[in-house]
């Protein structure tokens, strides 16, 4: 909905509120996810390289190199994940922009409106 589309300014600005708050809260909960993410796969590759150490294989070139792949693919996906949170970060800044703007163009119709029954 634009500003032009409610009936008071306190609806404009419920609107916007509810609005920015789940974009916030769409980029918070995505960045916690990445963070959990990365911590599991961290402690799940911490846990693979113990128990091949502990089975004598953490030295095998085989193991190591299914290791460094399993590193290198969770890498990779944290920085698409981190992207994407970016995107979010971005979407909601450029939500609020937008928000304002209509703010200022709600206002000035309401001006205009009162100025012009006034005249």
């Known amino acids: 909905m634009t500003g032009d589309e409610y009936r008071s300014l306190r609806e404009l600005e419920e609107a916007h ?3 920015e708050t789940m974009a916030r809260r769409r980029a918070e909960q ?3 996810y990445v963070l959990y993410y990365r911590s599991r796969m961290r402690s799940m590759q911490e846990d693979f390289y113990a128990v091949a150490a502990h089975l004598g ?7 190591r190199a299914a290791l460094a792949r399993a590193v290198d693919e969770s890498d ?16 909601y800044h450029e939500t609020r922009s937008r ?9 000035e119709a309401r001006e205009r409106r009162e100025s012009g029954s006034s005249a």
């Open 17 to 19: 509120h509810d609005q």
């Open 30 to 32: 995505a960045e916690e």
């Open 57 to 63: 294989a953490a030295d095998d070139p085989g193991f």
């Open 76 to 91: 990779e996906n944290i920085r698409d994940a981190a992207r994407v949170v970016a995107r979010l970060d971005e979407d």
């Open 99 to 107: 928000h304002a703007q209509e703010l200022d163009d709600f206002l």
